[in-house]
């Protein structure tokens, strides 16, 4: 955790293009989103939910691990972003509902509301 005194003694970093595999390098951001795990998830327009798995203090940027269409997701435009309380993630897209089910370690089933 970061802490500071006196407003100048905050310092911003910017992120134009984070990588050549990120999806977060967009400056339409739709959504910003820490789960109950401290787990910070980004909604970029086009770009799907992308997931801080750390921060390269060498490089200076973050590295996302994303989850889009490709990875089941049923549109890569998330705009919205909430937990239950089973600590599954459920996000409105252009077009439905999907839900990104946490089980047991890292492992993650996209459903969308055709599944029900």
Do not use: H
Request: proline share 2%.
């Amino acid at each position: 955790m970061v802490t500071f005194t006196n407003p100048e003694e905050i310092q911003f970093e910017t992120y134009r293009q984070v990588s050549e595999r990120s999806n977060v390098a967009d400056n339409d951001i739709y959504v910003l989103y820490k789960d109950t795990d401290s787990q910070i998830w980004v909604s970029v327009f086009g770009g799907g939910l992308n997931k801080l798995v750390r921060y390269d203090k060498e490089k200076r940027e973050p590295i996302f691990k994303s989850y889009g269409m490709r990875e089941g997701m049923n549109n890569d435009v998330v705009k919205s972003i909430v937990e239950d309380k089973n600590g599954n993630l459920w996000f409105t897209t252009e077009i439905g509902l999907s839900c990104l089910i946490r089980i047991q370690s890292s492992s993650v089933i996209t459903t969308d509301t055709m599944d029900s």
